[in-house]
């Protein structure tokens, strides 16, 4: 079975500052990896997502993520923090399981963006 | 496009009963998967569905099941409730499900709250 692992359950920044929201993968074969954000009392919106065609990958409010084989790391990045990146962010890996993919997540990791 | 809706978005239970949750996904996707978010045990995978037949299912008792309608739209019960199954449930939906990028699409969830 494959496995995610966030390192950091809690991430604190400065707003304008950069972020860095750390991912790890075990694999396989190649994966196709993804980043969620959870807001207070929402589900999840897909951020971003690998697919094998680029190794960097751009998302949305400004998000990127660098998929790094030899590291098996998708960490996930925004040069500027802004308050409304404030919530919770889910690495996850698809997995095959019979007929069909499911999604494996990571633990999560809390942004706090300090005024 | 309407996104995927679940209801309710807040139950109350107390240990013993039985409850059904309901989803109704994206117009025009056939598959619909579930997932339990707990504080402890992070985002787990329950079951997939498609065409009205269970294709995945996760690591969970038998109390937890599900189906789907011809319509797409999923319900899932859970049965003798346990403090333990108290967690927010997740919808989420997709085209097929069939290929490992297939990008899902969540819902605000239902919390569920067992006392």
């Known amino acids: 079975a494959q496995s995610v692992t966030q390192l950091g359950s809690h991430v604190s920044v400065s707003e304008g500052a950069l972020v860095l929201l750390r991912c790890n993968y075990s694999?396989?074969?190649?994966?196709?990896l993804f980043w969620y954000v959870q807001y207070p009392n929402q589900g999840l919106q897909l951020l971003l997502k690998?697919?094998?065609?680029?190794?960097l990958v751009k998302g949305i409010n400004g998000f990127e993520a660098e998929f790094k084989k030899s590291e098996t790391s998708f960490h996930l990045t925004k040069p500027s923090a802004h308050m409304s990146d404030a919530a919770e962010y889910f690495c996850?890996?698809?997995?095959?399981?019979?007929?069909?993919?499911?999604?494996?997540f990571g633990k999560g990791t809390k942004l706090s963006v300090i005024p | 496009k309407a996104g995927v809706t679940q209801t309710p978005r807040y139950l109350i239970k107390t240990r013993g009963q039985q409850v059904t949750l309901s989803c109704s996904p994206i117009?025009?996707?056939?598959?619909v998967s579930w997932y339990q978010q707990t504080p402890g045990q992070g985002l787990q995978f329950l079951f997939e569905?498609?065409?009205?037949?269970?294709?995945n299912k996760g690591n969970f008792p038998g109390r937890f099941s599900g189906r789907q309608f011809s319509n797409s739209r999923s319900e899932m019960n859970v049965s003798t409730l346990e403090l333990g199954d108290s967690a927010l449930y997740l919808c989420?939906?997709?085209?097929?499900?069939?290929?490992?990028?297939?990008?899902?699409?969540f819902g605000p969830g239902t919390r569920l709250t067992v006392l």
């Open positions: 989420a939906s997709s085209v097929d499900g069939s290929t490992s990028y297939n990008e899902q699409f």
């Open positions: 694999s396989s074969v190649p994966p196709y």
């Open positions: 690998y697919t094998s065609a680029a190794t």
């Open positions: 996850a890996v698809s997995e095959a399981g019979a007929g069909s993919y499911q999604l494996t």
């Open positions: 117009s025009g996707h056939r598959s």
């Open positions: 569905y498609f065409s009205e037949t269970q294709r």
